[in-house]
């Protein structure tokens, strides 16, 4: 999954709650017209046809899930995969997956 600028993210959530980019805009203190520029690039860098396709494909791919990125344990593991990165990759994430899996044996165990 390419990687998005805060500004990017910022479009993708706006557009996901369903707002104007001239709402968009006022909120980031751009023009409508840069948020245009910005949904057609973000639509681009997501393989998606328009901004809404663009919020559907982020949806499926954990990018816009609502909650924060997270390094360092079983969650953070996870958002790696659902974003299509390679979790080993991430050696906080890696470590603390290794941690849950070791604490699900001991609990399994007894």
């Given amino acids: 999954m390419p990687e998005l600028t805060d500004t990017e993210h910022a479009v993708l959530r706006?557009?996901?709650r369903g707002d104007t980019y001239a709402v968009i805009?006022?909120?980031l203190g751009l023009h409508d017209k840069s948020?245009?520029?910005i949904a057609f690039r973000l639509a681009r860098k997501l393989g998606a046809r328009n901004i809404t396709n663009a919020v559907l494909l982020a949806c499926q791919a954990g990018i816009l899930?609502?909650?924060p990125r997270r390094h360092g344990d079983?969650?953070?593991y996870e958002a790696h995969r659902k974003r299509g990165e390679d979790p080993k990759l991430c050696e906080p994430?890696?470590?603390g997956e290794r941690a849950h899996r070791q604490a699900m044996k001991?609990?399994?165990r007894t």
Avoid: E, I
Wanted: net charge positive; with cysteine; hydrophobic share 35%.
């Fill in 74 to 76: 079983h969650a953070g």
């Fill in 106 to 108: 001991t609990r399994t």
């Fill in 35 to 37: 948020v245009n520029k």
């Fill in 65 to 67: 899930d609502g909650r």
């Fill in 93 to 95: 994430c890696r470590l």
């Fill in 25 to 27: 805009a006022a909120r």
């Fill in 14 to 16: 706006g557009a996901a």
